[in-house]
């Protein structure tokens, strides 16, 4: 690097040391990306912090891989040979996802592991649950009380009373490996606040539901909202956006709020939330009406005859005749349609809609929550979205979008129990009969209804009194003793479900555990290992460590041991049929290791034993020494081999299941829902739709209030107003604005901003975090308020002090100069569960005013018994028995996340 004029003349004066000669002396001469895999074992650096004095330091680099989002980049820690512990965390450059990179939050766990507050032991709670007692107790403790709990429920003959709720997955099988061994349909996700939406309107294509779009080779990339590529899959997305834009392909981003994609795409269409598939279906008219459809995909993988013969039966079964009756079918989405109900200019939408329409086979698309999980209807965000890429044949394509299954692998376990013998009526009740996901929002509500309870449910890494809607509902529940026996709160870090546990038990951060990952980051396939990078290192020094709790921080603990031992403790004898699952698959007589169990997966990833033994290694040896593996470079056009796996065999236009489970008006992709935040249901000049679901992309939901980095980045979540809203409303920059819900309100301040459309507010998802006074953890990020329960379903939570700094072992915990921590808006939310799709719709019918005198910054008020009515009202839209054929509770085709045995599929099968 060119040093300055001064920087020269000081140099040689010696006033400052010769950064040249001795770097060149140093142990690292020269600048790389990456140190080499042969010095893994042994790299030496200079200490930048004894600088200038020249002190080595020595690393072993151990590969994990980052827990900070879904997607699992691969990480690099730098383990300090002369402490035993983690000094940095880097990016792997084997990862075939990350390739070497990450966002700010994959270094960050740093902070992490080094959290001054962070639970280290077992606690079990003394005093009433949620009052806010805790003793720590040994693991012992804890595994015989809860492996009692358990052998008592499943004793009783009940399938459906012990429940593992999911926040973060992480882990490709295990724990429903675990919950099928207990024989329990006992597996609970958060997806129907995130991304069940999306997924509804792809299975009804395709059966897979999740989109993978080839962003490198794409001409166009389409993002509906940028939600997985600003925030999600952020990292492996966002390098491949820019790698397909540098090679030409055009960038359209739809968003009611300008992010970070949308700031650098060629076109921000921010449309209003709900209108998207009005804007789809004007753009696949432009497609058919200028002949711009590929013909080849269309006639050959489309179910156009199974349409044809169903609706227009007099008509001839030709392609031809398809292609009229569909250019008439949509003829009344024009671009003027789509404009008005869009708020956007006309001109906008025919200018992208040409792009899109000469895309070829190479338009990339997305959607991932928002619109999709935002609105009432919106599965059908999705629906009409991929009609575009069925439309220009770029579904599977080099630089098209393909499902996500075909880039990720499914490994084979060992040992695999049947499915569990029972349905679950409280995740998947009846009259959500195309519920894609657990229908985990209204949960509280169900139970209120005494539709069942649970006598023991873990919540792992999962915080839904915080991040949930109407989280006072959660809060209600888990204090009901006699609704959740046991709750066991299975978390990193403290968070706001934890503080109504029975037991807090800590789980490891990334490099604190076992996991493995694959995920559709790109068009290859890859499986990554996540493992404890102190008994890696600890294995390579000759240590044997026969629990990972051993060489972690304190006694946090990993998962995969935890359900072992649980399980040996729940059936020590083996007369409940659970023991065998957990025993050594190469020697049954010994308990299943994790050795055991991953080089069972390993040996079984197609070319992972070749390449391993190229190197001599196993394919476990392999596997922790380089973190990740590519199966397969790209994985285009694979239903040329594969199919679709639908009930016609084809892309599904028509879709027969929806007519059979009693919607016949949605049989094809068209836009006949309005938003419940459409203009037409928004009254008066203070009536505002609430954007509350979009990422900042330093955050993760709840659990990077201990980060430091990026707590310091951002911690805060103003109300985004538009500044001819802010003159309406008479609000000014910073002022504060009362923001009412169907069931409550609160107080927030305002950022007065062009980046949001007008009509439109937005407000973070991940900030407004908490503590009450007798709460630990999370000072970086936490307000401390007082939570009042008033009676009758009637709650108040104010804020007593925003965020201090503390003493600590950590000099940068009394450094901390921000003192305003936001405010929680998700617990002033109601649920919507969608009637169709069952997943929440998080967009909010608000009304926006000055606060009253009284009122203050911060301020929540919520009635539970207000939420529950809405609850109802939402409840009352969703199907009721008759609407199940063949007596199937929902279609035998679509995908459950645990499937029970087949013969539960049917409404009055042995559980009912
Ligand atoms: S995108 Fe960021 S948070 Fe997500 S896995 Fe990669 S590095 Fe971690």
């Known amino acids: 690097m060119a040093r300055t004029f001064i920087e020269n003349i000081a140099q040689k004066l010696r006033i400052i040391p010769n950064i040249d000669k001795k770097m060149h002396q140093g142990a690292s001469s020269s600048l790389r990306k990456y140190p080499s895999m042969e010095e893994w074992d042994h790299h030496t650096e200079l200490d930048a912090q004894a600088w200038p004095k020249q002190v080595e330091r020595n690393f072993s680099l151990v590969p994990t891989t980052c827990f900070n989002c879904e997607s699992a980049c691969g990480l690099l820690a730098y383990v300090d040979k002369d402490t035993g512990t983690v000094s940095r965390f880097e990016g792997n450059p084997n990862h075939p996802g990350s390739r070497g990179r990450n966002c700010a939050k994959g270094p960050a766990t740093i902070n992490q592991i080094n959290d001054t507050e962070r639970i280290l032991h077992p606690l079990k709670r003394v005093g009433k649950r949620g009052e806010g007692g805790w003793k720590q107790v040994s693991w012992d403790e804890v595994l015989d009380d809860i492996a009692g ?134 753009w696949a008219n432009m497609i058919l009406q200028q002949d711009l459809y590929h013909r080849e995909f269309m006639e050959s993988q489309v179910n156009w005859e199974q349409y044809l013969k169903a609706v227009h039966p007099d008509a001839p079964c030709t392609f031809e005749t398809f292609i009229d009756k569909l250019k008439e079918e949509y003829a009344h989405y024009t671009p003027e349609y789509a404009a008005e109900e869009c708020r956007i200019p006309v001109e906008q939408v025919i200018e992208t809609g040409n792009i899109v329409a000469n895309s070829g086979t190479a338009l990339s698309s997305h959607v991932w929550r928002a619109a999709s999980i935002g609105n009432l209807g919106g599965w059908q965000v999705s629906r009409t979205l991929h009609f575009l890429n069925v439309l220009t044949g770029s579904v599977g394509t080099k630089g098209g979008t393909a499902p996500n299954t075909w880039s990720k692998f499914k490994p084979e376990l060992p040992n695999e129990p049947p499915a569990p013998d029972g349905w679950n009526e409280l995740h998947f009740p009846p009259e959500y009969t195309l519920s894609h996901f657990e229908m985990s929002h209204i949960l509280p509500h169900l139970v209120k209804e005494g539709r069942g309870t649970m006598d023991v449910y873990f919540t792992r890494v999962f915080n839904p009194v915080w991040t949930y809607p109407d989280g006072f509902s959660w809060i209600e529940m888990l204090q009901n003793e006699e609704a959740v026996g046991c709750h066991i709160a299975m978390t990193p870090t403290w968070n706001e479900t934890a503080f109504f546990a029975d037991y807090v038990l800590p789980m490891g951060h990334a490099s604190e555990r076992h996991d493995i990952n694959s995920y559709a980051t790109s068009s290859g396939k890859w499986v990554a290992f996540r493992q404890p990078v102190l008994r890696e290192y600890e294995r390579r020094q000759g240590n044997d460590v026969e629990f990972t709790y051993e060489v972690n921080p304190g006694e946090v603990w990993e998962e995969d041991e935890f359900w072992n031992e649980l399980s040996h403790r729940i059936d020590p004898d083996g007369s409940m049929g659970i023991k065998k699952y957990f025993m050594s698959p190469n020697k049954p007589e010994e308990k299943m290791s ?125 109300i985004w107003l538009h500044p001819s809203d802010a003159r309406k409303l008479g609000v000014e920059e910073g002022g504060l604005l009362k923001i009412e819900t169907e069931i409550g309100w609160f107080i927030d301040k305002v950022w007065v901003t062009e980046a949001i459309k007008p009509g439109i507010v937005g407000c973070s998802h991940h900030i407004g975090r908490w503590r009450r006074q007798q709460d630990a953890g999370n000072r970086m990020m936490t307000n401390t308020v007082s939570i009042e329960d008033r009676g009758d379903g009637k709650w108040r939570m104010r804020t007593v002090e925003g965020i201090v700094p503390f003493e600590s072992s950590d000099p940068d915990t009394n450094r901390l100069f921000w003192r305003d921590g936001g405010v929680h808006q998700n617990i002033t939310h109601a649920v919507q569960p969608d009637p169709i799709s069952g997943a929440h719709c998080w967009l909010q019918k608000v009304k926006l005013s000055l606060p009253k005198a009284g009122e203050e910054y911060g301020d929540v008020e919520v009635d539970t018994n207000k939420s529950f009515a809405y609850y109802k009202k939402w409840n009352s839209w969703a199907k009721d028995r008759e609407h199940h054929p063949r007596g199937e509770r929902r279609p035998l085709w679509m995908k459950r996340p645990l499937s029970p045995k087949k013969e539960h599929w049917f409404i009055d099968q042995a559980n009912e």
């Open 594 to 718: 994790i050795a055991d169990y991953y080089q069972y997966i390993f040996e079984r990833v197609p070319g992972l034993s070749q390449t391993a033994e190229e190197e001599g290694l196993s394919e476990l040896e392999y596997m922790r020494r380089h973190g990740a593996y590519q199966i397969e470079d790209a994985t285009y056009n694979k239903h040329e081999k594969e199919g679709w796996p639908t009930p016609s065999g084809k892309q599904e236009f028509y879709s027969e299941t929806m007519i059979e489970f009693g919607y016949p008006e949605h049989a094809i992709p068209h836009y006949k829902i309005k938003s419940h935040v459409h203009p037409e249901n928004l009254q008066g000049d203070d009536e505002f739709c609430l954007l509350p679901n979009f990422r900042l992309p330093m955050h993760i939901h709840s659990r990077s209030a201990n980060a430091k980095w990026l707590v310091e980045i951002a911690h805060r979540n103003p």
């Open 149 to 282: 709990k358990i052998r008592d429920s499943l004793n009783t003959g009940a399938r459906d009373r012990v429940v593992y709720h999911v926040g973060r997955p992480g882990h490709e099988g295990y724990t429903n490996r675990v919950l099928k061994a207990w024989g329990v349909d006992g597996h609970n996700s958060h997806t129907n606040i995130c991304s069940a939406g999306a997924r509804t309107g792809y299975a009804l294509w395709h059966h897979h539901d999740r989109p993978s779009p080839d962003h490198t080779n794409a001409k166009v990339i389409l993002l509906c909202s940028s939600h997985l590529e600003t925030g999600h899959y952020f990292n492996p997305h966002a390098q491949r956006i820019l790698e397909g834009m540098m090679a030409g392909a055009k960038l359209i981003v739809i968003d009611p709020r300008l992010s970070n994609t949308a700031s650098m795409a060629d076109h921000w269409v921010p449309t209003w939330p709900g209108s998207e598939p009005a804007l789809f279906l004007a």
